[in-house]
């Protein structure tokens, strides 16, 4: 059974920083691409940001260039979101999403279907 969990979100003022962790079983963890996206109320989801398997292709949207750094840790099943320079604008649940593709951080982390693993999120509030 494949799980992913999030952790390390919380409450942070802006200008502050948090890193979110997200720990996968059940999978060949350093074969996937691992992928951030998050969801505020009333807005449409978002990618944030991806790494692939060998972390040589990345993604940032650009909101979050310059302030935001992925990273993966393949013995310890575990991807990274170092986040910086935070912004009221960045409050949304987090999510951490594994796919098997190879080219998924091209896709902006926007292709999701069926071959997905999702963890539940983590929230991130930034107050102002």
């Known amino acids: 059974q494949v799980r992913l969990v999030e952790s390390g979100g919380g409450l942070v003022q802006a200008g502050g920083s948090l890193r979110l962790s997200c720990t996968a079983s059940?999978?060949?963890?350093?074969?996937?691409?691992m992928g951030w996206l998050r969801q505020a109320p009333g807005k449409e989801r978002e990618g944030v940001s991806c790494?692939?398997?060998?972390?040589?292709?990345?993604y940032y949207a650009d909101s979050v260039k310059g302030r935001f750094t992925i990273s993966r840790d393949n013995a310890k099943n575990t991807l990274y979101l170092q986040m910086d320079s935070l912004k009221p604008e960045d409050t949304a649940m987090y999510y951490c999403?594994?796919?098997?593709?190879?080219?998924?951080?091209?896709?902006?982390?926007?292709?999701?279907?069926?071959?997905?693993?999702w963890g539940q999120g983590t929230q991130v509030t930034v107050s102002s």
């Open positions: 059940g999978l060949t963890f350093d074969t996937y691409a």
């Open positions: 790494l692939n398997w060998n972390g040589v292709t990345t």
């Open positions: 999403v594994a796919d098997p593709f190879p080219d998924f951080c091209l896709t902006r982390v926007q292709r999701l279907g069926p071959d997905d693993y």
